[in-house]
């Protein structure tokens, strides 16, 4: 079972980055997959999730400016983000859930700074 993450590194404020999560070893479909970060001297929180059948919810401070998105045939879930903000440097990770099971990818570190 695994959840590669891409696609972070360091951009301008107003810049944009797509985050990619590609899951292997299990049936993704089945499951929600989501995006969370952690700041430093922070806790985990939630940024972004969607369900199989595209159903999606976001954080508030990432609406507008956040777009999830999945393609099942790749087995991969994007997150595009937009009009980055210094407040969004963080460390994100790819997350996969349902009723049984809950795997973590290793994280992919996004830098906001000018």
């Known amino acids: 079972v695994q959840l590669q993450a891409s696609g972070g590194g360091l951009v301008q404020p107003g810049g944009s980055l797509r985050l990619s999560c590609e899951a292997s070893g299990f049936t993704s479909e089945d499951y929600v997959i989501g995006w969370f970060r952690q700041a430093p001297r922070n806790g985990r929180e939630g940024v972004s999730c969607?369900?199989?059948?595209?159903?999606?919810w976001y954080e508030d401070s990432v609406k507008g400016r956040f777009t999830i998105s999945r393609d099942n045939s790749r087995k991969t879930v994007y997150l595009q983000m937009g009009s980055l903000k210094p407040e969004d440097t963080a460390v994100y990770y790819c997350n996969a859930w349902n009723m049984n099971n809950d795997y973590w990818g290793q994280g992919t570190l996004v830098t906001v700074s000018s």
């Open positions: 969607i369900r199989s059948d595209g159903i999606t």
